[in-house]
Structures are given as C-alpha cells and as structure tokens.
C-alpha cells in the first residue's frame, strides 16, 4: 500500500503540473510580491467620492539612522515609494481645460493606519460617511471644497497622509514617480487613490506602489514565518536525523508502514526548507518567486495528503492485522486524489505571486471543499480505528492493542483541538475586521504546521524502527515467524508482548476482510 502511496505522490504531482502551472499564470498577471501593481485600474463611487484601493500592508516603524544603516534591504528604513503612478483621464474631461489652466483635476493619495481609520470623512452625505468636502461641509468642519475631510490624528499631526496628484491645463494623463513616504510608526497601513469631482468619471490608473519594512521587502504579518519555517525546517531535519538512525540501523526489519512515515519525513522537510528560502528571497528583492512558491505548495499538498492517508491506512490496520486493502485500495486513492487537487488548488490561489488576503467569496469557494474532505477523513479514520480496536480486542492481542489505544487517544486529542483552534479562528477573524492584529496573525498560519508536526511525532515514536518491527507486522503464520523469546515491545512491557504471542501463536491464517469494507468490496480481499 506504502508503495502505491509513492506512487500516488509522483503522479498526482505530474498529472496536475501543467494545469496548475496555467493557474499560475492566471493569477499572477501584475502581482510581484510586496510590489503592489495596477494596470487600468478604475475607480468605483462611493458616497460623494470616487475611490481606488491600493492596498494594505502591516509595517514596522523606520529604525533610527544612527542605529542602522546601509543601502540594502536590511537598512532599517520603512516607507511606501510610488514608482510611475500615471494618471489618465477622458479626452472629453480635458477638453473641459484650456492648456493655460494651472490645476484641472485632484487626485489625492490618502495613506493612513488602521488605527487613524475615523479621521478620514466627516458627517454623513446621502445616508453615507461623506469622504470629499461640500460647501455645507466646509462651513461646518472647516475642510478644503472639493478634497478629502483630513484630520489630525492624535498622535501625529501629519498624519493621515494626503499626498496631491495634479493634473495641469488640458492634459489627458499625469505621472508622478519617485515620491516615498516613511512610516513613523508600526502599524496596519492602507492606501486609497481618491477624487473628488464627477468631471473626472473614467479616470483610469498605471503604476506600482513599492511596501518596504526595516527588515525587508516582506510584509509585516508574514516576516514571523520566515524565522517559524526555519525553525520548522530543523525541527524536521533532527526527527529526520534521528528516524533514519533507527532506520538504517534496522533495515533488515523495516515496515511498509515505516516506508509511509519516512516519505511524510522527507516531504515535511522539503516543504519546510522550500517556504523558508521562498520568504528569504522575498525579502530580499521584494518580488515574490514563482517558482519556489510554487513547488513549495506542491510539496505541501503532496505532504497533507500523504500524511492524510497514512493516518486512515494505519487506521484501517493496514500491515498490522491485514496485509492489504483490498477492494479499498482504489477508493483510499480516489480519496487521495481529490484531496490533493483541491488542497493544491487553495494553497496556488493563496500564496503564488499573492500578498493580500483572498476575498471572502473567493476564500469560501476554495477552502469548502477542502473542509469537506477533511471532515470525511476524519470520520473515516474514527469508524476504521474503532473496527481495528475491537477485532484486536477480540483476538487479545494486548500489543498492538497498546499501540492503537495510544494512537487513537493522540488522534482524538488532535481533533478536540483542532476543533478549538477553529473556533479561535472564526473569533479572531471576526474581532480584528481592519487587521489590527497582524502581528500576531502568523499563529494561525503556524499552528497547523505545528499540530501535523506533533502527530508524525506521535507516529514515529509508535513505529518507531527496531530490532522486533516485524513482530508488531500482519502475519500468516505467526507460530513460523517468532519466537517467544525475540518478542520484544516498542512501547508496552514484555509481560504484554508474552501474552501477546501466546495469542497470536493459536491463531492461523487468520485474514482480516472486514476493516471498513464494503459488502462489494469481500470477494477482492479474499484474492488479493
């Protein structure tokens, strides 16, 4: 089963390749990592004011010159630069200007942190927070006619920040490049492009916005990961070390189920490895590589559902009391390959050439069928569990009886918090509707990398390789196999293991078929 599982990885991977690679593509157009890109942007109407959303990053206050300095992008400056930001409007709106004319239309580019959110806008226009200044308006707040309502925030007066984009005489397009505006403080950023006059309908918007930290190109709330996938990288390459220790060391008694679990190993490690120089080049050059990106989640996803199938294979007692699976071998496959389509899917869309959260919509439409399969797999694995533990039970094998009981107490733990951490999730999200919280949002990202790394732990340590593997694997002809005196436990007392073999040694040709099968499912068992 093991070696179809391998097989299953390296297929699946091949086989989706090509549409994933188009998908790339796809959404890839105008994004390039903490470079915000915009190509024809439009603005849309709101209130009395035309909006266009530039984007939102966690950023880090500039560090003080004399403390750091240098010209990389380690250089403790913070800021936002707009780079070629041009500006076009109708040919019918210029007409409107003869070429004399000093200022015939305002731009503004508004940059503010979530906690100054309230100081943008004034009183209510049309049943809506007016944005833009009217004549009543200026009487009774004070404003400029015809520009954003600014006021001061409390810690700050220069901010919020308006920067002006004007346009001059009858022109139809105006670019500005090269301005930048330091960050004075840490905090959830946005940038708005606004305007104010109705003349202006149409206006259309080229250029980048280029989000730098003090550390880096990296944005604020995704700058913790880079140092959690490192960390998670040695996590991986010590169980590794010391797995395949075990494993070289007792090649000659390995199982399949061993296989599966080295597999898992060697996936967890390179995806962890992939997402850390991912984020290390990010950081450095500010353009978020495709390439790593991508194999990075394929890796993951390849990994989520190994490790998903390992732990319904175990489940089903698979090399432990049945030698296959029989007629399910298929469907676990099918399963497997659902999962991983939908799971890649998700994870593309997310994280290649993307910084900014997905929409809402969007979100729903790709994780639902990733929680579907998640919640079968889960239901599957408990009802498999629960048949392996009674026929066990039945046939007194008090070893592997141990191991199992162990393994399902660990499973039932991981999904009771699991459950939990979900819940947290919903509440944090629904608290933190502006993100104020990014810096602490990596946790939640972590925290699932976290958990699948405990349960391989917890597998590793239950069929962890030795010198009496073999004597916890399916066999035929137990009394042939072993003897009493090499029966030796992985993890229970040798007055168990004894009483163990005493069992097994009565029990002859005994062949599970029945491990979560199905009644069309009889007949393939017994052949294969």
């Not at 989640?297 to 009391?321: I, N």
């Not at 392996?388 to 399902?408: G, P, V």
């Not at 590793?460 to 004597?471: F, G, I, M």
Request: glycine fraction near 8%.
């Amino acid at each position: 089963m093991c070696e179809g599982i391998r097989s299953f990885a390296v297929k699946m991977a091949s086989a989706w390749l090509f549409v994933v690679l188009l998908l790339v593509i796809a959404v890839n157009v105008g994004v390039e990592g903490s470079v915000h890109d915009y190509k024809d942007a439009s603005f849309k109407e709101s209130g009395n004011a035309y909006l266009l959303y530039g984007g939102n990053e966690g950023m880090r206050a500039s560090i003080d010159s004399g403390q750091k300095s240098g010209s990389g992008p380690n250089n403790g400056k913070s800021y936002i630069k707009f780079e070629n930001i041009t500006l076009r409007r109708t040919r019918e709106a210029a007409a409107q200007h003869s070429g004399m004319e000093h200022s015939t239309g305002l731009v503004q580019a508004v940059i503010f942190e979530a906690s100054d959110r309230d100081d943008i806008g004034g009183s209510l226009y049309g049943g809506q927070k007016a944005i833009c200044c009217t004549p009543d308006l200026a009487k009774m707040e004070g404003c400029k006619q015809g520009e954003v309502i600014r006021r001061q925030s409390a810690g700050d007066p220069k901010w919020p920040y308006v920067l002006d984009i004007e346009f001059s005489g009858d022109e139809i397009s105006h670019t500005l490049s090269g301005q930048s505006v330091t960050i004075p403080k840490t905090g959830m950023y946005n940038l708005y492009f606004i305007f104010c006059e109705p003349a202006l309908k149409g206006l259309l918007l080229d250029g980048k916005t280029i989000w730098k930290n003090p550390t880096g190109y990296l944005p604020g709330r995704m700058a913790p990961l880079m140092t959690f996938y490192g960390f998670m990288s040695l996590a991986y390459l010590l169980l590794g070390v010391i797995w395949f220790s075990q494993y070289i060391r007792f090649w000659k008694d390995v199982l399949q189920l061993q296989n599966c679990i080295t597999l898992v190993i060697a996936l967890g490690m390179f995806e962890m490895t992939l997402w850390y120089f991912e984020y290390a080049n990010f950081n450095a050059t500010g353009v978020r590589p495709m390439g790593i990106t991508f194999w990075a989640v394929t890796f993951g996803a390849v990994k989520k559902t190994v490790a998903r199938l390992l732990l319904l294979v175990v489940s089903m007692g698979y090399g432990v009391v049945r030698p296959t699976l029989g007629g399910l071998t298929s469907k676990v496959l099918l399963l497997g390959a659902t999962y991983f389509l939908a799971s890649e899917l998700l994870d593309v869309v997310e994280n290649v050439g993307t910084i900014d959260d997905l929409s809402g919509k969007t979100r729903m439409f790709l994780v639902l069928p990733v929680a579907i399969l998640d919640a079968f797999l889960i239901l599957w694995i408990f009802t498999s569990l629960s048949k392996t533990l009674e026929k066990l039970q039945a046939r007194r094998r008090l070893a592997k009886l141990e191991i199992y009981r162990k393994f399902t107490n660990a499973l039932a733990v991981a999904v009771i918090v699991s459950v939990a951490w979900i819940g947290y999730e919903l509440y944090f999200k629904a608290t933190d509707p502006f993100s104020e919280r990014w810096q602490s949002a990596w946790i939640i990202t972590g925290f699932w990398h976290m958990l699948s790394f405990a349960l391989l732990c917890v597998l590793c340590v239950l069929w962890a390789p030795s010198q009496s593997s073999t004597r916890y694997a399916y066999s035929e002809e137990v009394g042939e196999d072993f003897d009493e005196e090499e029966a030796l436990a992985l993890t229970t007392s040798t007055s168990v293991v004894d009483a163990d073999v005493k069992q097994e040694m009565k029990e002859r040709k005994a062949v599970n078929t029945d491990v979560f099968s199905l009644d069309d499912d009889t007949e393939e068992d017994k052949r294969e």
